[in-house]
T-cell receptor, first 111, second 114 residues
Framework: IAGITQAPTSQILAAGRRMTLRCTQDMRHNAMYWYRQDLGLGLRLIHYSNTAGTTGKGEVPDGYSVSRANTDDFPLTLASAVPSQTSVYFC??????????FGPGTRLTVL | AQSVTQPDIHITVSEGASLELRCNYSYGATPYLFWYVQSPGQGLQLLLKYFSGDTLVQGIKGFEAEFKRSQSSFNLRKPSVHWSDAAEYFCAVGAAGGSYIPTFGRGTSLIVHP
């Protein structure tokens, strides 16, 4: 593993289903983030974590939950997916200098 | 609250022409400023960043940006654009530290004509 990995790469999901997007980093960064990217809206922060064991809400947290059991992993869960959650999801981490490192993204389609 | 405005949704330039992408920010203290690039189907990659010191910052791929406090701007420039520069560009503002939450602009899509 080098940097940030996300899984799956893409997913088609039926509305109402539960889905967990995985994110793992190997840089030992304290801070991690989940964003969604939609055309014309740029990147919007869903949830973040400043350090293992803590999480916080971003701009668009409704319908999503996160956990941060350790430094490396930061999964994002959709408890009951809805079509408006169709998007590209990016996980990122940052060092103390503020630079963010992004994963390759997960393209999620909710039907 | 901090905010970032990228006034141009799309910019079209000819290959070899110069480029300037605009970014204006609102932040209560001295900001940390970033430019990221996103190629199609990829995640974001840092081009350059400003923390303090020299207001003209050099980045990767021949890009530079100038911090102008009086204008609350951090515009990205490149003297000669290559076709491979076609991508989405994002400006971001924030601060370092334990509670660092960056704010991104909505992005500018760069189209390069041959």
């Amino acid at each position: 593993i080098a940097g940030i990995t996300q899984a799956p790469t893409s997913q088609i999901l039926a509305a109402g289903r539960r889905m967990t997007l995985r994110c793992t980093q190997d840089m030992r960064h304290n801070a991690m983030y989940w964003y969604r990217q939609d055309l014309g809206l740029g990147l919007r922060l869903i949830h973040y974590s400043n350090t293992a064991g803590t999480t916080g809400k971003g701009e668009v947290p409704d319908g999503y939950s996160v956990s941060r059991a350790n430094t490396d992993d930061f999964p994002l869960t959709l408890a009951s997916a809805v079509p408006s959650q169709t998007s590209v999801y990016f996980c990122a981490s940052s060092d103390s200098g503020g630079e963010q490192f992004f994963g390759p993204g997960t393209r999620l389609t909710v039907l | 609250a901090q905010s970032v405005t990228q006034p141009d949704i799309h910019i079209t330039v000819s290959e070899g022409a110069s480029l300037e992408l605009r970014c204006n920010y609102s932040y209560g203290a001295t900001p940390y400023l970033f430019w990221y690039v996103q190629s199609p189907g990829q995640g974001l990659q840092l081009l350059l960043k400003y923390f303090s010191g020299d207001t003209l910052v050099q980045g990767i791929k021949g890009f530079e940006a100038e911090f102008k406090r009086s204008q609350s701007s951090f515009n990205l420039r490149k003297p000669s654009v290559h076709w491979s520069d076609a991508a989405e560009y994002f400006c971001a503002v924030g601060a370092a530290g334990g509670s660092y939450i960056p704010t991104f602009g909505r992005g500018t899509s760069l189209i390069v004509h041959p």
